[in-house]
């Protein structure tokens, strides 16, 4: 069975500065996605970015990027130039890519970032 | 504008009472998930569907059921069975092909309280 570890439960971050959140998991797939999903205290989940297991190049999204490293198991989340705006649970996410359950999310349970002015 | 409806924001039983959540979506999509959220423990899966009259047990389906009669609908039911019912349930959905690319559209939750 898959698991995600988040190990970081809550963490701060002066405005413009750049946070970096810890992902890891535990698989023994070879094809998979990886997900950050941002959970702002509206509660809506927001997909922030997402990962393809087989393609090495790290994904960027604006000022969110990701540093996979297959081999170690892990998927962290940088965000440069925070903004109050990122003030959220983030939830790291796998997803297996062939089988019955394709599209089940597998969550962490959530590192909760501040955004302090 | 296409997006997954859940109804109530905020619904209070009583213990003992079964109580059914609704999930409603208008974006064309085969699957349909729900989702348990508590404090601390992130997002766990309690049912999903994949095809209309057809669903699976996520990880916590115990003291659930769920019901996909039409491709918009898949409503939970929280039965007197689950030992502790007071939660936020999210409800999600994609398309149902090129999972990678169509990763999950979620509601905007149903809190519940049970007392």
């Known amino acids: 069975a898959q698991t995600v570890t988040q190990s970081q439960p809550e963490m701060s971050v002066q405005e413009a500065e750049t946070v970096t959140l810890s992902c890891t998991y535990d698989t023994s797939e070879n094809n998979y996605y990886l997900f950050w999903y941002k959970q702002p205290p509206s509660r809506q989940m927001i997909l922030v970015i997402r990962?393809?297991?087989?393609?090495?190049q790290n994904a960027t999204e604006n000022r969110f990027s990701v540093n996979f490293q297959k081999a170690a198991k892990s998927f962290s989340l940088k965000i440069s130039d925070s903004q109050l705006g990122d003030t959220a649970m983030y939830f790291c996410?796998?997803?297996?890519?062939?089988?019955?359950?394709?599209?089940?999310?597998?969550f962490g349970k959530g590192t909760k970032l501040s955004v302090k002015p | 504008d296409g997006g997954i409806t859940q109804s109530p924001k905020y619904l209070f039983r009583k213990e003992g009472q079964n109580v059914t959540l609704s999930c409603e979506q208008n974006l064309n999509h085969d699957a349909m998930y729900w989702y348990r959220q508590d404090p601390g423990q992130g997002l766990r899966l309690i049912y999903y569907?994949?095809?209309?009259?057809?669903?699976q047990k996520g990880d916590i389906a115990e003291g659930y059921s769920v019901s996909r009669e039409k491709k918009e609908s898949f409503p939970l039911t929280v039965t007197s069975a689950q030992k502790n019912p007071t939660a936020f349930y999210l409800c999600a959905s994609n398309p149902g092909h090129d999972w990678g690319n169509s990763p999950l559209h979620f509601g905007n939750g149903t809190r519940l309280t049970v007392t």
């Open positions: 569907s994949q095809i209309v009259n057809d669903f």
């Open positions: 996410a796998f997803m297996k890519n062939y089988g019955g359950s394709q599209g089940n999310l597998i």
């Open positions: 990962q393809e297991a087989y393609k090495q």
